[in-house]
C-alpha cells in the first residue's frame, strides 16, 4: 500500500471504531464459553442452549436496521458509544448475577451489538473514498481477530477466577469507550455553512447522475437482479460460517479432543476469515467485488469439505484456507448494499449485517436439525456446496470496481 492508499490507518476516529470493533467482539465470542459454563450449572439441553444463541444472534440481526436508522439521523458517534456501554455493563453484570438472570443478561447484551456495527461501519467506510472496500475489510478484521481472541482470553479466565474472573474483560473495555469518546468523529454536520452546502451538492449531483445511468447500462446491475444476488451470497457463506463456529468445536469434542485444541481450531478459522476480509476487500478496490466473491466461494468449497476428516496436522492449514476464502466476500456484501442506499450508509450497514446475524443464525439451526437425521460430520462437510449457490450468484453482481460514491454520509 502507499502513503495515500493507508491514510485511513493514521485517522484516530477510525482507530477508534476498529479498536472499539476488536473490544466488543472479544467480549461477544468471550460470552460462548460464559453460556456453557452456566448451561452446565443449570442442566440446561443443547437445545435450550441453542435457543438461548439464536435469541442472542436473532437480537443482534433484528435491532441492527433501526440503530443504523438511528446513526444515519442521529450520528453514527452517539450508537458506537451507547453500543459499546450497554455491552460492557450487561457483560459485567452476567459475571457477578445468580445463573439464569446472567444468562438473560447475556442475551440483552446482544442489543449493544446491534447498536456498534452500523453506526462503527458507516464510520469505518467514509473515512476512505478511494479505498472504501479496503477501509472497512480492515474495520472487519479487527471485529474478526476479537472472535479469534475471545475465548481464549475467556477461557484462561474462567479457568483460573470461575465466572467472577470474567469481569476483567469488561473492565479492561472501558479503555475501548474512552477512546471511543475522545476521538470518534461526530459525523452530524449540522453546523455546516449553507454555502457550502450548496456547492457540495453541486458536486456530488453529476455523480449520483452517472451512478443511476450506470445502472440502466448492460454492465451494470438493476436492483432486481442485485438484490437478490446479495440475499443469496449472505446467507449462504454466513451459514456455512456460522455452522464452523457453532458445530465445529461440538463436533471435536464428542472426538475427544480437549478443549485447548477445540479453542485453537475456531479460532484459525476466524483467524483465516479476518485475513480473507482484508485480502478480498483490497483486491476488490481493483478488479471489483463480483470477481473477488465469485472466485473465492469455488476456492472455499474443498477446504470446507476436507477439514473434518484431515488428520491433526493438515486441519490447520486447510482450516485457514477454509476461514480465508470463505471471509473474502463479507466486507464486499456489505459495501454493495451501501451501494443501494448511498446517503443513508448506516441504515444500509444495519440491513446487511442484520441480514447477515439473521441468515447465519437461521441457516446454522437448520444444519443442526438436518445433522441430527444425517451425523453432525456429514452435514458440516456438504454444507460446503452452499458456496456453489453463492459463486452462482455473484455472476448477477456488476464486473465493473464499485463507484466511489460521493453522496453525504449522513
Not at 472479544?26 to 442442566?43: D, E, H, P, T, Y
Amino acid at each position: 500500500m502507499t502513503a495515500q492508499d493507508n491514510s485511513f490507518l493514521r485517522n484516530r476516529s477510525y482507530l477508534a471504531a476498529a479498536g472499539s470493533h476488536l473490544t466488543i467482539d472479544i467480549l461477544n465470542n468471550g460470552r460462548i464459553l460464559l453460556v456453557a459454563m452456566l448451561a452446565i450449572s443449570l442442566g440446561l439441553s443443547n437445545a435450550q442452549v441453542g435457543l438461548f444463541l439464536l435469541l442472542y444472534n436473532l437480537g443482534a440481526a433484528v435491532s441492527q436496521p433501526l440503530f443504523g436508522w438511528l446513526a444515519d439521523r442521529f450520528g453514527a458517534r452517539r450508537l458506537v458509544l451507547g453500543g459499546l456501554v450497554w455491552t460492557v455493563f450487561f457483560y459485567a453484570l452476567s459475571a457477578l448475577i445468580p445463573e439464569w438472570p446472567a444468562m438473560l443478561t447475556l442475551t440483552v447484551a446482544s442489543l449493544g451489538s446491534g447498536a456498534f456495527h452500523p453506526g462503527g461501519t458507516k464510520i469505518a467506510s467514509q473515512t476512505s473514498e478511494t479505498r472504501r472496500t479496503q477501509a472497512t475489510a480492515f474495520f472487519f478484521m479487527s471485529g474478526q481477530i476479537g472472535l479469534f481472541l475471545g475465548p481464549i482470553v475467556a477461557g484462561m479466565l474462567l479457568d483460573a477466577y470461575g465466572r467472577p474472573g470474567y469481569l476483567a474483560l469488561p473492565l479492561l473495555a472501558t479503555a475501548a469507550i474512552v477512546a471511543s469518546w475522545r476521538w470518534l468523529a461526530d459525523d452530524v454536520r449540522v453546523k455546516r455553512d449553507v454555502r457550502v452546502k450548496r456547492d457540495v451538492r453541486h458536486e456530488r449531483r453529476p455523480a449520483q447522475t452517472n451512478e443511476k445511468q450506470a445502472a440502466r447500462e448492460p454492465g451494470g446491475a438493476p436492483l432486481h437482479r442485485l438484490l437478490p444476488a446479495l440475499i443469496v451470497i449472505a446467507l449462504s457463506y454466513n451459514t456455512v460460517s456460522f455452522s464452523a463456529q457453532n458445530f465445529a468445536p461440538k463436533l471435536f469434542a464428542e472426538w475427544d479432543y480437549s478443549a485447548s485444541y477445540i479453542g485453537w481450531v475456531a479460532g484459525l478459522f476466524m483467524m483465516g476469515s479476518a485475513i480473507g476480509g482484508v485480502v478480498g476487500g483490497s483486491i476488490a478496490d481493483r478488479i471489483g467485488g463480483r470477481a473477488v466473491i465469485l472466485s473465492s466461494m469455488l476456492a472455499a468449497i474443498l477446504p470446507t469439505f476436507f477439514y473434518i476428516p484431515a488428520g491433526d496436522v493438515l486441519r490447520v492449514p486447510i482450516l485457514l484456507l477454509a476461514g480465508f476464502f470463505g471471509g473474502m466476500p463479507h466486507s464486499i456484501v456489505v459495501l454493495q448494499v451501501q451501494s443501494l442506499m448511498p446517503g443513508r450508509r448506516a441504515l444500509a450497514s444495519g440491513l446487511a449485517l442484520g441480514f447477515m446475524f439473521f441468515s447465519g443464525a437461521v441457516g446454522s439451526y437448520f444444519v443442526g436439525v438436518i445433522a441430527d437425521r444425517l451425523g453432525l460430520a456429514v452435514t458440516l462437510q456438504w454444507s460446503a456446496l452452499l458456496m456453489l449457490a453463492a459463486a452462482a450468484a455473484a455472476l448477477f453482481l456488476p464486473a465493473q470496481r464499485a463507484p466511489v460514491l460521493l453522496a453525504p454520509a449522513d
